[in-house]
């Protein structure tokens, strides 16, 4: 039950989902969830394992979705917790938490919420976006590419990356919908032709309206993305949307090179990720 519970919740946080989880660490007496036992809630709603059934599991369940319910900071400053439940209705008083139920037995049980780290589609295999492929493979972030190119798309260029996507701009759109995006924490737009840009730009906002993942952010000027936006109101997105798009990308650190500008981009991707303002 452990392995399938945790191969859940890799699948899940490669969904681009977050996960609650709360593990059953040690059991006395007449409990129905043995040590290793655990539950799994996602932020969608689904939920797989058990910690036992009855009137523990629902308690547990509720605990997980209010943790879920809370913000991505809130949870990484208080960190998860540790509760120990006692399985009989006499229990009132005592320092754990008392169900309403006759086993009489003693369950501590850890929870936690897991986010799903950053995982981005640099959409160009140029300098920047060979530059920020290194600062993720540093911090151990996903990532994959997009080019139209094969020459700046391939995988002896970018090893690490989960995927390598080498196809016209409408073939890629054409693949993807709104769930298969939010694999994506952020979509980056650098590409070396703008058009291309714009094309990915109007196209994927079609496809994730106005949902808040994937991110997407544009390298350039304000001059272009003024372009860019007068394109998307053309093409019928709502300007709210369009607002909601990073240009230009990273923080403001005065940052010249590739490689710079690299650092600026995955700083901004980790402030977003943290809410840092």
Not at 127 to 150: K, M, P, T
Not at 158 to 176: H, M, S, T, W, Y
Request: proline content about 3%; hydrophobic content about 40%; charged content about 25%.
């Amino acid at each position: 039950m452990s392995i399938a519970v945790l191969s859940w919740v890799l699948e899940r946080l490669g969904s681009g989902e977050r996960v609650a989880i709360a593990s059953v660490i040690e059991a006395q007496g007449s409990v129905p969830g043995k040590p290793g036992a655990r539950l799994a809630i996602s932020s969608s709603g689904s939920r797989f394992g058990t910690v036992g059934g009855a009137g523990l599991e629902l308690r547990i369940g509720k605990k997980l979705e209010e943790m879920l319910a809370s913000e991505d900071s809130a949870n990484r400053k208080k960190g998860g917790s540790v509760e120990v439940f006692l399985l009989h209705k006499d229990g009132k008083g005592k320092e754990v938490t008392a169900l309403d139920s006759l086993c009489g037995g003693r369950v501590t049980v850890s929870m936690e919420v897991i986010d799903p780290r950053p995982n981005i589609l640099i959409a160009g295999g140029g300098h920047v976006g060979f530059a920020i492929a290194q600062v993720c493979d540093n911090l151990d972030w996903g990532y994959s590419i997009f080019d139209i190119r094969e020459d700046f798309c391939n995988q002896e260029r970018f090893p690490n990356a989960e995927q390598v996507i080498c196809c016209p701009v409408e073939d890629f759109l054409r693949k993807e919908d709104t769930d298969s995006l939010r694999r994506f924490s952020d979509i980056l737009l650098l590409s070396h032709d703008w058009e291309v840009d714009e094309d990915l730009l109007i196209g994927l906002l079609g496809i994730s309206g106005s949902s808040l993942r994937p991110r997407i952010g544009a390298i350039g000027s304000k001059k272009k993305w003024s372009e860019f936006e007068r394109s998307g109101i053309r093409s019928g997105i709502e300007k709210r949307v369009l607002e909601s798009v990073r240009c230009p990308i990273g923080l403001d650190i005065g940052a010249d090179s590739p490689e710079e500008i690299a650092i600026a981009v995955c700083a901004e991707v980790l402030s977003l990720e943290r809410s840092v303002n």
